[in-house]
């Protein structure tokens, strides 16, 4: 699945070309994704105007003038690519190859922009991710996002929150971690580099960077500067470019090439002065990469 930097990326790749333009036509070419389509969902959007295009953990929210939100989902396998109305790609855009095969050009937003038409179109080989709307003023009580948490970037999450958030929970501090209730968008990379970096164990009780009366500790402090640090150096880098994602302009993301811990079982800890080995274990059915000797 593709994580928040990935998610963010995207939303940064599309933001010049969708807000501000009008959607002139929408080309629906099947019923369904992962979920059915809603109702009328072309006629709906056609002749709309972007307000705006913003991210919300891992989905994608575009806000139109009649208040209606389109939120959508990149699933295993979807993605974006912006192409001009004849069918061309945008000047120097794709630097990779990726799918354009045209059956799996599941939803195609013809659009009225600033510099012409343009053509955004949604492909999904494996149709997991998913297109909805959330009816006009009703976004923060939709199913979807009612229940998220705080958004792992920007000063908010800091180790008061963190302590306030976890204190007397008895569960894994990853698994804290990955609980969208608490922190939206936090996903398995990141959670892993993110802990390498704070020098926390994965497998400590999350309650334990709390101190007394939930107030911060070093521990919780030093969380929330690693997970802003390592969510920000992955949007800058343009997320993470494993299995079948893909940015919005057709490049892949480097930031994979500085993963610490994930993935890189049996490799020597490259903190500078340990001499641990990066060892994988399971947790919740998901692979946990961390280091046992510097991670605490």
Not at 70 to 95: C, T, V
Not at 147 to 167: H, I, M, Q, W
Request: aromatic share 6%; charged share 25%.
């Amino acid at each position: 699945m593709p994580e928040l930097p990935e998610v963010e990326t995207v939303k940064r790749g599309l933001q010049p070309v969708m807000e501000g333009s009008t959607i002139l036509a929408v080309d629906q070419n099947r019923p369904d994704l992962r979920f059915p389509f809603p109702e009328q969902f072309a006629k709906r959007l056609t002749g709309r105007h972007i307000v705006a295009l913003e991210r919300r953990a891992k989905y994608l929210i575009a806000h139109l003038d009649d208040g209606l939100g389109l939120i959508s989902h990149l699933g295993m396998s979807g993605s974006y690519r912006i192409e001009h109305e004849d069918g061309s790609n945008m000047p120097g855009a794709f630097h990779h190859d990726r799918s354009k095969n045209a059956a799996h050009d599941h939803v195609v937003l013809h659009l009225d922009t600033k510099d012409g038409k343009r053509r955004i179109i949604y492909n999904d080989p494996r149709r997991f991710g998913f297109m909805l709307f959330s009816e006009p003023g009703k976004l923060n009580a939709h199913p979807l996002i009612k229940d998220l948490g705080t958004e792992p970037t920007g000063n908010r999450l800091d180790g008061s929150l963190l302590a306030k958030l976890f204190a007397n929970k008895a569960a894994p501090l990853k698994a804290a971690l990955l609980d969208q209730k608490l922190i939206a968008g936090l996903g398995n990379i990141y959670v892993c580099e993110a802990l390498w970096r704070a020098e926390l164990s994965p497998s400590r009780m999350a309650g334990s960077i709390s101190g007394e009366n939930s107030t911060a500790t070093d521990m919780s402090r030093r969380l929330a500067t690693s997970i802003r640090s390592v969510i920000g150096d992955a949007i800058n880098a343009g997320g993470s470019s494993l299995k079948d994602y893909r940015q919005a302009d057709g490049a892949l993301g480097y930031f994979q090439h500085s993963f610490s811990v994930y993935d890189r079982e049996g490799q020597p800890c490259p903190r500078k002065g340990c001499h641990g080995t990066v060892t994988r274990m399971v947790q919740s059915g998901r692979s946990t990469f961390y280091c046992p000797v510097c991670q605490q």
